[in-house]
């Protein structure tokens, strides 16, 4: 739906795209944090020991490279996907 706005006036897709660039920053940061925090890979309670965390870090490289490159459009769709996050609050 964000991706192809069926909007008139031609300030609402570049609004769109912008709050789209803050959301993908939020998780980035978060993502970031949450491995300092935590370490990455190397411990017992480290970032990728989560497959929840997995999940958001392979959603966030693929948002990154969908967002970086016109040739890779199909990644974008990825973003949906963000919508599962809140799946993890059930664990």
Do not use: W
């Not at 660039?21 to 970032?47: P, Q, S, W």
């Not at 990728?48 to 199909?74: Q, R």
């Amino acid at each position: 739906m964000l991706d192809e706005p069926q909007l008139t006036n031609p300030y609402s897709k570049a609004t769109i795209e912008t709050i789209n660039d803050i959301i993908n920053a939020l998780y980035v940061f978060e993502a970031v944090f949450r491995i300092i925090a935590m370490g990455f890979i190397c411990g017992k309670h480290t970032y990728m020991k989560d497959p929840f965390n997995v999940f958001d870090f392979v959603i966030i490289l693929l948002t990154a490279l969908g967002s970086n490159s016109k040739k890779m459009d199909y990644i974008s769709s990825f973003r949906s996907l963000r919508a599962l996050r809140p799946l993890r609050m059930i664990k």
